[in-house]
T-cell receptor, first 114, second 113 residues
């Protein structure tokens, strides 16, 4: 079945630094990928839609300059949290779907900003 | 997208069937019912989806009422590993950059030994 892989699975960084999270579609090409964020005991919230070869589309209230998304190839999208602060600590999850198939999700990245 | 209503939590005994309800009274004719689950600290896992007919796969069965205003996800023999938050989502068919899923609060299913 379709596999979406995220790396790293967890990361700890200091306040003010930037962190990059990778999302790969392992056995299919994805022109579109989606990035979600989940705070403890809450549901997943869509942050942005990553489009291969073009700019990402951000949901209302998500700062595009803080959460940089790059979708440079058909199998890789990256989310960079710039100048991270403790309130950015969260569970970040990406997703993608093969053509005519349900959306599949990565296993998420736990970000802790100290 | 149509909204869904699910109970916040349910309990089930190990080995018994788990029946998870979902109300989606405003569903449109071209909207599918999708079920995902999220085990603690993992990404959501696709379970099953359907339009109007009942569906079954190796994981679960999906029963959709004739008027399509509600559905039930059935895990026929629940195990401890089925303890998770189950999300019922209504969405038009997959495909394209607009195919994004909106998650509600879901149902926390706890399978007890």
């Amino acid at each position: 079945g379709a596999v979406v892989s995220q790396h790293p699975s967890w990361v700890i960084c200091k306040s003010g630094t930037s962190v990059k999270i990778e999302c790969r579609s392992l056995d299919f090409q994805a022109t579109t990928m989606f990035w979600y964020r989940q705070f403890p005991k809450q549901s997943l919230m869509l942050m942005a839609t990553s489009n291969e070869g073009s700019k990402a589309t951000y949901e209302q209230g998500v700062e595009k300059d803080k959460f940089l998304i790059n979708h440079a190839s058909l199998t890789l999208s990256t989310l960079t949290v710039t100048s991270a602060h403790p309130e950015d600590s969260s569970f970040y999850i990406c997703s993608a779907s093969p053509p005519d198939s349900p959306l599949h999700f990565g296993n998420g990245t736990r970000l802790t900003v100290t | 997208d149509a909204k869904t209503t699910q109970p916040p939590s349910m309990d089930c005994a190990e080995g018994r069937a788990a029946n998870l309800p979902c109300n989606h009274s405003t569903i449109s004719g071209n909207e599918y019912v999708y079920w995902y689950r999220q085990i603690h600290s993992q990404g959501p896992q696709y379970i099953i989806h359907g339009l109007k007919n009942n569906e079954t796969n190796e994981m679960a069965s999906l029963i959709i009422t004739e008027d399509r205003k509600s559905s039930t996800l059935i895990l026929p023999h629940a195990t401890l590993r089925d303890t998770a938050v189950y999300y019922c989502i209504v969405r038009v068919a997959f495909g394209g950059s607009n195919y994004k899923l909106t998650f509600g609060k879901g149902t926390l299913l706890t399978v007890n030994p």
